[in-house]
């Protein structure tokens, strides 16, 4: 199993970006898939999850502002993140739950 997580980078606050997570070694579409983020000194947090039928769920401090979405045609899930704000700054993983599975991370870092 693969997850390959992209699209991180430095943004000012009430920017936008876009994560990637794609996924190999796995059925794709069969399976949900969770974005989870680590600031520095605290603990995970996980900002939303998608089910294998598209069904999403979101911690509150991100409702309204990220979209998760998936495209199974291409093995990718998104985490769409608009209006970021300084606390958003974290480590983001993708996260296969059904085998506890790991990407490796990307830095999002929100700052004027």
């Known amino acids: 199993v693969q997850l390959q997580a992209s699209g991180g980078g430095l943004v000012q606050p009430g920017g936008s970006l876009r994560l990637s997570c794609a996924a190999s070694?796995?059925?794709?579409?069969?399976?949900?898939m969770d974005w989870i983020r680590q600031a520095p000194g605290k603990q995970r947090e996980l900002v939303g999850s998608?089910?294998?039928?598209?069904?999403?769920i979101y911690a509150d401090s991100v409702k309204g502002r990220f979209t998760i979405s998936r495209d199974n045609a291409k093995n990718t899930a998104y985490l769409q993140m608009n209006s970021l704000k300084p606390e958003d700054t974290a480590v983001y993983y993708c996260?296969?739950?059904?085998?506890?599975?790991w990407g490796q991370g990307t830095q999002v870092t929100v700052s004027s």
């Open positions: 996260h296969l739950p059904v085998a506890n599975y």
């Open positions: 070694g796995i059925i794709f579409n069969r399976n949900a």
């Open positions: 998608i089910s294998s039928t598209g069904r999403t």
